[in-house]
């Protein structure tokens, strides 16, 4: 067994600008977060990708202190490429790119979806699982298959956490988990369109017909029942589909919506019809983060996939299944 | 006339049981859409009503308008069930993994010519995919499980169809993808025209890149 290395890695897709310091054999060793709160409404890129620089070199420090080690120790360093916001990302590049050169250490560019999946496999044990990656800004299914996370469902249109957030915001009671909290007292399901199309997605229909419901004085208990309801039972029949097409037996949740109870209970009822097993990624590790790019970052210096400087362009779209995923093929499945 | 006796459990779906019958000497699948106990039950009976009456309705209209799909023998809308004719075959996914280069070529031509067709008709079939196409002894095409299709001529829905074809290839059968794609794209546009053929792809690229990444409050 080759010695144990140590990766620092840098997460700045959108409103969460993280550091995590993590080594080979997935020892977490830090794990340090900043996250941009936009005054109202949606993310402004410019003003994420200022907050995140005012944190930048702060939170380096941080991050090396809560782990014990001198900077020396870093044998890597990883960063988010994408998909993201271009000005989030370019900050996040630009530290790596700096950090890579004055240490001297090997560049690493880390696709932030195969991040989420990579942390939440370290995190819960699961192996070889079917992963429902739920976010604010991502809604997508995906398994392994032949050196590849392959793209198996992905929304239409807008992310599920996008579409409750919004409806949330608009509706005046804030983002999740607020429209599921309301739901518990909703007493009457009201139909919005259920748009799947095989194992894909499309809420922004429902989010306007949800809209609609408010303004014509439905309480609004009511509508977050109905919404939070139709968004889930559309994300587990589409992952159902996934779970039968693959023949697999797990199931990994994650990315933020994966704190929801109800959409995991419901998730948990489907996958008893299976013999599924469901692992879900505990909070610290299903929003953006930091120790999700270094333990990524860590598989891709072990098979070699380390980037020039010159080459470490950010790409805001950034697909899955463009990375060639040769760790997983390393020694079983770790 | 006879009652149908169920002869065997072709699969339980994702959604559904289909099972083969034998009636009066015809055999038939049965598609029985099964309540999901992780839905509240109101939404859950909504869904497969509304699924099953439209496979019907669908299955009726691609009749006439000459695609090939089963023929539907009987709804019955209390037990979310559709009785119909029974395809001797295999399912087009498995045929991928046996068949020649040469035969696939041919066999993605006619599909792409069966899709153009629908597609002409306005039915979009809304879960195209390698699993729900059969090849018979013949090698003749025919679509099923039409549950989540939809009446449109919009750009959109149809570019959803091809989108969701050519996905479940790089998915399931990416070696070949390529290839398929070409000759379906071929077969496709002898049926619908170039122009609507390019309309219909640029539209596919869009909703690719869309999916991706949408973020938030835009
Ligand atoms: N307690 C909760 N229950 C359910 N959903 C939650 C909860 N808290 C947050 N969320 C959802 O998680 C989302 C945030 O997810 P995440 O932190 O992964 O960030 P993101 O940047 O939006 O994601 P990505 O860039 O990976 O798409 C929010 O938009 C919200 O919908
Ligand atoms: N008319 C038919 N003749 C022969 N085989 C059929 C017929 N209808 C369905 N089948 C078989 O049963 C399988 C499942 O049918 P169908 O796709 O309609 O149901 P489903 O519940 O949507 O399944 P899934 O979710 O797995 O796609 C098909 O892939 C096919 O192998
Ligand atoms: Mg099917």
Redesign the pocket.
């Known amino acids: 067994m080759a010695e144990e290395k140590i990766v620092l890695g840098i997460e700045s897709t959108a409103h969460t600008l993280g550091f995590g310091i993590v080594s080979t054999t997935g020892k977490i060793l830090a794990n340090v977060n900043y996250v941009y709160k936009p005054k109202e409404g949606g993310i402004h890129p410019r003003e994420a990708a200022q907050h995140h620089s005012m944190h930048a070199a702060r939170g380096v420090m941080e991050a090396l202190r809560r782990a014990g080690i001198s900077p020396e120790r870093i044998d890597g360093v990883a960063f988010s490429a994408g998909p993201g916001m271009g000005p989030c990302l370019r900050v996040g590049a630009t530290l790596a790119r700096a950090l890579a050169l004055k240490l001297n250490k090997p560049l690493l560019a880390v696709n932030h979806g195969v991040a989420h999946i990579e942390i939440g496999r370290l995190v819960t044990g699961a192996r070889d699982p079917v992963v429902l990656y739920i976010a604010g800004g991502n809604t997508l299914i995906t398994a392994y298959l032949d050196g590849r996370y392959r793209i198996f469902g992905e929304t239409l249109d807008i992310a599920a956490g996008n579409c409750l957030d919004a409806f949330g915001i608009e509706a005046g009671i804030g983002p999740m988990p607020n429209p599921e909290v309301k739901a518990r007292e909703g007493r009457k399901i009201h139909p919005l369109p259920y748009r799947v199309k095989g194992m894909d997605v499309s809420f922004s229909g429902l989010l306007t017909a949800a809209l609609k419901l408010l303004k014509k004085g439905i309480r609004i208990e009511d509508v977050c029942l109905s919404i939070t309801e139709t968004v889930y039972s559309m994300l587990t029949e589409t992952l159902e589909?996934a779970l039968?097409?693959t023949e697999k037996k797990e199931i990994l949740l994650v990315g933020g919506l994966a704190r929801s109870i109800r959409l995991r209970q419901m998730i948990e009822a489907m996958a008893k019809l299976h013999d599924a097993k469901v692992y879900v990624v505990p909070p610290e590790y299903a929003g953006d983060n930091g120790a999700m790019i270094a333990w990524t970052g860590a598989l891709q210096l072990l098979s070699g996939l380390v980037i020039r400087v010159e080459e470490s362009v950010v790409k805001p779209k950034f697909r899955i299944d463009e990375v060639e995923v040769k760790w997983r093929n390393l020694n079983g499945s770790k | 006339m006879e009652e149908p006796k169920r002869i065997q459990v072709?699969?339980i779906?994702?959604?559904?049981?289909?099972s083969?019958l034998r009636w009066n000497g015809f055999d038939l699948?049965s598609?029985h859409?099964v309540p999901k106990p992780y839905r509240i039950p109101e939404l859950d009976r909504w869904i497969r009503d509304k699924r099953t009456i439209h496979e019907a309705k669908i299955l009726v209209e691609l009749k006439r308008a000459g695609v090939p799909a089963?023929a539907i023998i009987l709804l019955d809308r209390s037990s979310s069930t559709i009785y119909?004719?029974?395809?001797?075959?295999?399912?087009l996914?498995k045929a991928l993994d046996e068949l020649d280069p040469v035969r696939i070529e041919k066999i993605a031509g006619k599909l792409g010519e069966i899709v153009g067709k629908m597609h002409l008709r306005g039915i979009v079939h809304g879960?195209l995919?390698t699993?729900?196409v059969?090849l018979d002894e013949t090698e003749k095409i025919?679509l099923?499980?039409f549950?989540l299709s939809s009446v449109s001529d919009d750009v959109e829905e149809l570019a959803v169809d091809i989108h969701l074809l050519d996905r479940s290839l790089e998915s399931a059968h990416h070696k070949i993808r390529e290839r398929f794609m070409k000759h379906f794209l071929l077969g496709y546009s002898k049926i619908v025209g170039r122009d609507r053929t390019l309309e219909i792809l640029r539209k596919v690229k869009e909703i690719r890149m869309r999916g991706r990444y949408v973020k938030r409050g835009g």
Do not use: H, L
């Not at chain 2, 119909?84 to 399912?91: R, S």
């Open positions: 589909r039968a097409f | 072709i699969r779906g994702a959604e559904a049981i289909v083969k699948i598609k859409r089963p119909m004719q029974y395809i001797k075959g295999i399912e996914k879960d995919t699993s729900n059969i025919y099923i499980d549950g």
